[in-house]
């Protein structure tokens, strides 16, 4: 039950788009199509913003994208903002459990 | 509307266990997994596992069988997190969760609060 792998920074400036990866293997993100991602602002608890892969919930402004290929999934953001500054975590299931990746910070330059 | 409401913060003895609550309202209790994910001060998410509270059936991640138990009360719709033989690694922020549908995917949408565990002695 290893964590998936995600960069431990990226960053961008206001309006560019960044995109965050996710490796794991074909027993979690290869296997499943249940996928999702999460952003967290310090002292605050996780904030589900992309699901199933590629869905959002309700609220979740559209310029946060989710996909998948083979074992890698990614977290697209586009037109960032300043709010967007955060640590955002992938997380897949795995049939017996669920595994979250180690956390990537994005940084609004 | 759908909440989870924790427990308050708890300090413990190295080898103590420690057990947290998770009251849910606004739902169907019995319809949703309840899962459970800690957080070190900073640190990542770490899934620890999930219980079904109509069955009582729990699962829970290798790292913690053995130490972690997982219960509820459906009669005040409340679901427990118990882990026992506490260490100082174990100091963290714990919080219950609720997927967005009702089987197991890892897609939790409702957090509860947060019970930060420190574990000193």
């Known amino acids: 039950q290893s964590a998936l792998t995600q960069p431990r920074s990226v960053s961008g400036s206001p309006g560019q788009s960044v995109t965050i990866s996710c490796t794991g293997t074909?027993?979690?993100?290869?296997?499943?199509?249940?996928v999702s991602w999460y952003q967290q602002h310090p002292g605050k608890a996780p904030k589900l913003m992309i699901y199933?892969?590629?869905k959002r919930p309700s609220g979740v402004p559209d310029r946060f994208s989710g996909s998948k290929s083979g074992n890698t999934a990614s977290l697209t953001i586009s037109g960032l903002q300043a709010e967007d500054e955060a640590d955002y975590y992938c997380c897949s299931y795995a049939g017996s459990h669920v595994v979250f990746g180690g956390g990537t910070k994005l940084t609004v330059l | 509307q759908v909440q989870l409401v924790q427990s308050g913060a708890e300090v413990k003895k190295p080898g103590a266990s420690v057990k947290v609550s998770c009251k849910a309202s606004g739902y169907t209790f019995t319809s949703y997994d309840i899962n459970w994910v800690r957080q070190a001060t900073g640190q990542g998410l770490e899934w620890m596992g999930w219980?079904?509270?109509?069955?009582?059936?729990?699962g829970y991640a290798q790292k913690f069988q053995g130490r972690v138990t997982m219960t509820r009360n459906t009669s005040i719709s409340t679901a427990y997190m118990e882990l026992s033989s506490l260490r100082s690694e174990d100091t963290a922020v714990y919080y219950c969760?609720?997927?967005?549908?009702?089987?197991?995917?890892?897609?939790?949408?409702?957090w509860g609060q947060g019970t930060l565990v420190t574990v000193s002695s």
């Open positions: 074909s027993s979690d993100v290869g296997g499943y199509n249940y």
């Open positions: 219980m079904n509270p109509n069955s009582g059936n729990t």
């Open positions: 199933d892969v590629s």
């Open positions: 969760a609720r997927g967005l549908t009702p089987g197991p995917s890892g897609s939790y949408v409702y």
